[in-house]
């Protein structure tokens, strides 16, 4: 067994996103069939997704995530800078 998902990460979150699709709307965690696909929900754009998934690790040394998301990170961990907070900003 591979280390790791034994599939690629967009196959897994479109996996998620048809499993929510298909439970039962009157149970928790259902998706609704009109909601958008999982990259819309996320606001994810499609060639910035392409970018974060093919060339994450080259993309990203240390936090991933918003520009919201990264300060608030800094402020809690009392950072005085977030490496990588650039390339965040031009994929989030």
């Not at 149970?27 to 754009?45: F, H, Q, S, V």
Request: hydrophobic share 35%; aromatic share 10%; glycine share 8%.
């Amino acid at each position: 067994m591979p280390t790791g998902l034994p599939f690629r990460l967009t196959n897994y979150l479109e996996l998620v996103d048809w499993t929510g699709r298909v439970l039962r709307s009157d149970k928790r965690g259902a998706i609704d069939k009109n909601t958008p696909i999982i990259l819309t929900r996320l606001g994810l754009e499609i060639d910035n997704w392409l970018t974060i998934s093919e060339k994450f690790e080259e993309s990203f040394k240390g936090f991933v995530g918003s520009s919201k998301t990264l300060e608030s990170v800094q402020h809690h961990f009392g950072l005085e800078r977030i490496p990588g907070k650039t390339a965040c900003s031009k994929h989030f």
